[in-house]
């Protein structure tokens, strides 16, 4: 069964402070990879997806890179802002043992950034 | 561009009582997911759809039943709701599947049962 764990649960960082979150997952057989933003009582907004056989992607302030082998990934925030303030979810796509694809979630890191 | 619309966004029930959560996208995906997320727990499984005309269970099935008439829609159904499911609801769709599939997400709905 997929499992998958970001930590920290809680970032406070001082605004401009680049940094890095993480999550890890248990079955390296993914198709992808998909960073989230969700804020509060709100849906969930797509940040990044990394397919399986990449390595990276960036998008303006985000670069979030996929080590498959070893179930990890980062998404890294330059220059954080005040307006970063969020919870950052990932969630990986594989085959459920009912031969379908699935999402699986992490719990997520709550991020704020102090002006 | 609607997306993923949710009906409605916020409910209240009394334990007992029935409701059907209405999920539709208009970009023509054939997987549409529901889910529930709860504190501290994330967000988790409840039933999924391949296409029209199939269901099938995720992680949290209980008390709950699905249902996809139509490619665009996705249903959610509570018989007799309990306490326990007072929860944030969401859909999710994507293409077939692949590589590069990305899952969209609906904004939301938050049920209370008291």
């Known amino acids: ?17 680049n940094l890095v979150l993480n999550c890890s997952f248990t079955d390296s057989a993914i198709y992808n ?3 989230f933003r969700q804020d509060p009582g709100k849906g969930l907004t797509s940040l990044l997806l990394i397919q399986s056989s990449q390595r990276e992607q960036t998008s303006g302030r985000l670069n979030a890179s996929l080590d498959k082998s070893s179930g990890r990934s980062t998404l890294y925030i330059a220059a954080s802002q005040p307006g970063d303030s969020a919870t950052y979810l990932c969630a990986v796509r594989d085959l459920s043992s009912g031969g379908y694809q699935k999402v699986t979630f992490g719990t997520g890191t709550k991020l704020q950034v102090i002006p | 561009n609607a997306g993923v619309t949710q009906t409605p966004k ?12 209405l999920c539709a996208q208009d970009m023509n995906h054939e997987y549409m997911y529901w889910y529930r997320q709860d504190p501290g727990m994330g967000l988790r499984l409840i039933h999924y ?11 949290v099935p209980d008390g709950y039943n699905v249902s996809r008439l139509k490619k665009q829609n996705f249903l959610l159904g ?3 709701a309990a306490p326990s499911q007072t929860s944030v609801y969401f859909c999710a769709s994507s293409r077939t599947g692949g590589f590069a599939t990305e899952a969209f997400f609906g ?6 049962v008291v």
């Open chain 1, 1 to 17: 069964k997929q499992e998958v764990t970001q930590i920290p649960a809680a970032l406070s960082v001082p605004e401009g402070e």
């Open chain 2, 78 to 80: 509570l018989e007799s």
């Open chain 2, 10 to 21: 916020f409910r209240v029930l009394k334990t007992g009582q029935s409701m059907t959560l």
């Open chain 1, 33 to 35: 990879l998909q960073w």
């Open chain 2, 107 to 112: 904004q939301g709905t938050r049920l209370t």
């Open chain 2, 49 to 59: 759809s391949v296409g029209e005309g199939t269901t099938a269970k995720g992680e």
